[in-house]
């Protein structure tokens, strides 16, 4: 976005990267803490807001002004190389690591192995609770990001 875009793209990649720095955090925290526990659920619904209002600031106002300035040639391709990253990228946070590349890049590589070992010996849900929770959410982001979408075009 700074790139492709000037200062206006450096102000919301700024931005971005702030929110995205919260997140690691609040996700760092979040491991230490037990599921169930009234401490884990007010902290998840904090994320989950925060990350709603982040994908949302991304889809509606980051996205729409990039496309053009990069045409859909390099927007096709960006949204591959995303594709490709997303398979390497550590599965547990890190708010240690600085999120500016090259260093969030090279860092982040090097905590994904350790990472997938970690993730290999947790418990996790069955194949059967975890169908579940995605028809639940898919029903739950649907409703919320409409909702989200029709408060934002009153407030306008
Ligand atoms: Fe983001």
Same mark, same amino acid.
């Given at each position: 976005m700074e790139k492709h875009l000037g +200062? $206006?793209?450096?102000? &919301? =990649? +700024?931005? +971005?990267?702030?929110?995205?720095q919260s997140v690691k955090e609040r996700l760092y925290k979040l491991e230490s &803490?037990?599921?169930g526990s009234e401490e884990y659920d007010? &902290?998840? *619904?904090? *994320?989950m807001d925060s990350l709603h209002h982040h994908n949302d600031d991304e889809? *509606? $106002?980051d996205l729409p002004l990039l496309e053009p300035a990069i045409g859909e #040639?390099?927007?096709? #391709? =960006?949204a591959q190389s995303f594709k $490709?990253? $997303?398979k390497l990228v550590p599965t547990r946070a890190h708010p240690a690591i600085p999120n500016m590349p090259p260093f969030e890049t090279l860092l982040g590589l090097l905590e994904a192995p350790i990472d997938k070992i970690k993730d290999w010996f947790a418990s996790f849900p069955t194949e059967e609770e975890m169908k579940d929770a995605k028809e639940e959410l898919k029903h739950r982001d649907? +409703?919320? =990001?409409a909702g989200r979408a029709a408060a934002e075009a009153e407030n306008r």
């Open positions: +200062d $206006k793209g450096r102000e &919301l =990649a +700024d931005h +971005d990267r702030r929110e995205h &803490l037990q599921p007010q &902290l998840m *619904i904090v *994320i889809e *509606i $106002k #040639q390099a927007s096709k #391709q =960006a $490709k990253t $997303k649907h +409703d919320a =990001a």
